[in-house]
């Protein structure tokens, strides 16, 4: 193997002492300046901060480097850009990337659980980490603190021995829950590669909060990131949880670049109330919108899913149904041969137990069977 150069003198080199005796979680906010400045020595290791030139990112939409409110380093902090007020759900980053590539025979990287992602009733903080493509079980991470509310938190992820060369590491970040990437802490004398690039196609899941991915049990359970999987697919979520029918959320989408684009939207209409006109009058703006900028982009519209009748939502004001044919209806009006009509209806059975208690939701289960089925129903686009 070609030998690399030790990290050259520009990177970003602080030497940490051990942050907690434990290996799995710190709050790095409760240590006091002078205390983290003593534990910020330690010969054994070295840490690379995350504006280092050797941290890769990808799935996010917008990202930017903030001070740190524990260390001299900046954190990489992710932005959506929309948002729902009360929420905080534009900092959650479903699925984005961080990337790295080492030889270092202990690796530690560092996440800091902020306060922005405000909603008490919708959090889920379980991320998982790759090596080398591959993830197992065990290969998780969360918050220490389980119950909705919390303080922000560090949390240490900290990585298996593996053999001795060159591993490329890749974290995903949870779907309900905000999360600022620190840096990685790797033994002295290690050296970094450039990591390998995301996958070139980028498939951007647009939705409510099923594309968000509530309520799957972690993010390598929802929809989108499974469909991404699958098809070998660079992802961007912008699930967004409550969001109905707009025009706005275009204007966000056609500064992406996609190459693939799903749009699952009208559950949060009919649940709330919208009149099924309305709905029309979004949706076609939606697309009017996009295809100003995006014109042949594949858009694949998928038609709400099943919902199981025990979830009647008192609000309502037609059937399910009317708001599923109005979407089948916009992409024959449209004459657009790449809009593609998907019948939600088919890609979970009509099975409660698929289902959360709060039946719009799929469980585990059902998202598998949706992931499945709709990346059949999917194509390769040209690049």
Same mark, same amino acid.
């Given at each position: ?7 050259? #003198? &520009?990177?970003? /080199? ?30 054994? !290791? ?23 409110? *524990? ?19 534009? =900092? +959650? ?25 405000? *909603? ?5 903080? %379980? ?8 993830? &197992? ?35 995903? @970040? ?45 993010? +390598? ?11 070998? =697919? ?13 025009? *706005? +959320? ?19 209409? =009919? $649940? ?7 709905? /029309? ?29 025990? =979830?009647?939502?008192?609000? !309502?004001? %037609? +059937?399910?149904?009317?708001?599923? $044919? ?14 593609? @009509? ?9 099975? #409660? ?15 598998? !069977? ?14």
């Amino acid at each position: 193997m070609k030998s690399t150069p030790p990290l050259a #003198p &520009q990177h970003r /080199r602080i030497r940490l002492r051990h942050l907690l005796r434990c290996t799995c979680l710190v709050s790095l906010s409760l240590l006091s300046a002078p205390v983290l400045a003593q534990q910020m020595h330690n010969p054994a !290791q070295v840490f690379i901060a995350a504006d280092d030139t050797s941290i890769g990112y990808s799935g996010y939409v917008h990202l930017e480097f903030v001070p740190s409110p *524990s260390t001299p380093s900046k954190l990489a902090r992710f932005d959506r850009v929309f948002n729902i007020p009360g929420k905080g759900y534009r =900092w +959650d980053n479903p699925g984005a990337r961080i990337r790295f590539r080492t030889d270092a025979t202990r690796v530690k990287a560092l996440l800091y659980f902020n306060e922005l992602h405000i *909603s008490a009733s919708a959090r889920n903080s %379980a991320g998982i980490y790759l090596i080398d493509g591959t993830t &197992q079980p065990a290969w998780t991470f969360k918050t220490k603190t389980a119950t909705p509310k919390r303080a922000p938190e560090t949390v240490e992820v900290q990585m298996p021995a593996v053999a001795p060369g060159f591993h490329d590491y890749e974290i995903v @970040l949870p779907y309900g829950d905000s999360v600022d990437f620190q840096g990685v802490a790797v033994n002295a004398g290690a050296r970094m590669e450039p990591p390998p690039a995301p996958p070139a196609l980028r498939y951007v899941a647009y939705g409510d909060s099923v594309t968000h991915g509530f309520t799957a049990s972690a993010i +390598d359970k929802t929809y989108p990131y499974l469909v991404a999987q699958k098809m070998g =697919w660079q992802l961007i979520n912008l699930g967004l949880g409550g969001r109905a029918s707009n025009v *706005s +959320d275009a204007h966000i989408l056609k500064t992406l670049k996609a190459d693939v684009i799903t749009v699952l939207m009208g559950v949060n209409d =009919w $649940q709330g109330g919208g009149p099924v006109e309305r709905y /029309r009058t979004n949706m076609m703006g939606f697309f009017d919108a996009l295809r100003t900028v995006q014109p042949t982009v594949p858009i694949y519209f998928i038609t709400s899913l099943y919902v199981p009748p025990s =979830w009647s939502p008192k609000t !309502q004001i %037609a +059937d399910l149904e009317a708001y599923r $044919q109005v979407a089948r209806e916009i992409v024959l009006a449209r004459k657009d041969p790449n809009l593609h @009509l998907i019948e939600g209806l088919d890609l979970i059975d009509h099975d #409660p137990a698929l289902f959360d208690p709060v039946a719009v939701h799929p469980n585990d289960k059902g998202f598998a !069977q949706m992931g499945e089925r709709l990346a059949k129903q999917m194509q390769q686009p040209a690049k």
